[in-house]
């Protein structure tokens, strides 16, 4: 999947991922695309969650190897 920034989340724990992707999200315009990558197993229930409240659309979330990745497209 295309995406326009990437943010490494991998290592940290609730609610850093969450944080550092909502400042990343702010710096991005509507439409583009954040990749993230995380290994925190919270992480899957706090993006989607965190989607739904801000208006954001998760378009994909994957495991691989304890690893998480997640696509946001900015409102």
Avoid: W
């Avoid at 990437?6 to 724990?13: C, F, I, S, V, Y």
């Avoid at 995380?38 to 969650?49: E, Q, R, Y």
């Avoid at 409240?53 to 690893?67: C, D, F, P, R, Y």
């Amino acid at each position: 999947m295309n995406f326009d920034k990437e943010l490494d989340a991998r290592g940290l724990n609730c609610p850093l991922p969450i944080l550092r992707a909502k400042k990343t999200l702010n710096d991005m315009t509507s439409g583009q695309v954040l990749r993230i990558m995380a290994t925190d197993p919270g992480s899957v229930k706090d993006f989607a969650a965190f989607a739904k409240q801000t208006g954001n659309e998760l378009l994909s979330s994957a495991e691989n190897n304890k690893e998480f990745e997640f696509y946001i497209k900015r409102k």
